[in-house]
């Protein structure tokens, strides 16, 4: 059996959720293929070259490639497929949009957001925003899989030593343009990558509020920050530190959330963290549920005494 994981990556470096989506596909087969499409991604290549349990990367390297347009995407991964048994992408934004196109192509039901290989048709996988595991076997001789990468360890990026083979590009395929894109400045660790996050909740009550409680303590842990649901439709916080099944899916070292009662959808997407902290007036909000430190206070005098102390 063999195994093509879709690289996730920036042209000039692999990113982590390549490395977890290594871990899975070296459990569904003996030998492991990653493809690297993009433009002038040399670089990326040469780093996937180096992972862990890699058997050989395949470099495809067209302009076509340079945003990672869907349609561009799954036509590489379609004249690759047939030399293969499992195919998966991290489940990722980039991931999610292509792997069905892929499926639909080759006429195989998708295995969605797994966390766990039983065997190499057989897989765990959250349903009902992860209140319920189900294991599903999958038949298909080609198996298109995402990977839910807080599920896998990720594999060693350095003490690989695989050839990379350069494979044919398909052509643009002119269905799709990249007209531009609006990236959100940070100087935090990205939060899907962050070992330390701190989120807040809409009962921080403002913008004002969340940046004055909850910016000191994430400068003092070196943190992340994140956001429910309600606080960002608040507009208390912007988009991309939404956490939970609609946002991001984080599984940090440490997560310590602030005046979150823990709705299901946000539990979905951090409950797979190392340790959780949870800071809620509220004794009955389900975020204690899965916390394994609660504080039962008032989050505007337990956060700036907590900040007083480390």
């Not at 692999?14 to 492991?32: H, P, Q």
């Not at 403002?206 to 000191?216: G, Q, R």
């Not at 992340?224 to 916080?237: E, F, L, N, P, T």
């Not at 389900?286 to 005494?305: M, R």
Request: proline share 4%; hydrophobic share 50%.
């Amino acid at each position: 059996m063999r195994a093509l994981v879709i690289a996730d990556h920036d042209h000039q470096t692999i990113k982590g959720s390549t490395l977890n989506t290594v871990t899975a596909a070296l459990a569904c087969a003996s030998e492991v293929h990653v493809l690297v499409a993009g433009h002038n991604a040399g670089a990326a290549a040469a780093a996937a070259a180096h992972i862990a349990g890699v058997a050989k990367v395949l470099h495809a390297d067209e302009a076509g490639f340079a945003h990672g347009l869907a349609e561009n995407m799954a036509a590489q991964v379609l004249a690759l497929a047939a030399g293969y048994t499992h195919i998966l992408f991290p489940a990722t934004a980039g991931g999610k949009n292509v792997a069905p196109r892929v499926a639909a192509k080759l006429d195989v039901g998708q295995v969605s957001d797994i966390t766990r290989v039983d065997s190499p048709d057989t897989f765990e996988r959250p349903i009902y925003a992860g209140n319920a595991m189900a294991t599903v076997q999958a038949t298909d001789a080609t198996k298109v899989i995402t990977v839910r990468t807080t599920g896998f360890d990720a594999a060693a990026a350095q003490g690989g030593s695989a050839a990379i083979e350069v494979v044919s590009a398909v052509a643009d395929s002119g269905l799709s343009r990249y007209v531009g894109s609006e990236i959100a400045k940070n100087d935090r660790p990205e939060l899907t990558a962050a070992k330390i996050i701190v989120s807040g909740g809409r009962a921080l009550g403002s913008s004002e509020k969340f940046a004055e409680v909850m910016t000191p303590l994430a400068d003092k842990l070196g943190a992340a920050m994140g956001a429910s649901r309600a606080a960002v439709d608040a507009g208390y916080a912007p988009n991309d530190w939404q956490v939970g099944q609609t946002g991001k899916i984080v599984a940090p070292q440490l997560y310590v959330a602030c005046g979150i009662s823990g709705a299901i959808q946000h539990l979905a997407g951090m409950k797979d963290s190392k340790v959780i902290v949870a800071i809620n007036k509220d004794p009955e909000a389900p975020i204690f549920s899965v916390a394994d430190y609660g504080l039962e206070a008032d989050l505007f005098v337990a956060v700036p005494e907590l900040v007083a102390q480390l």
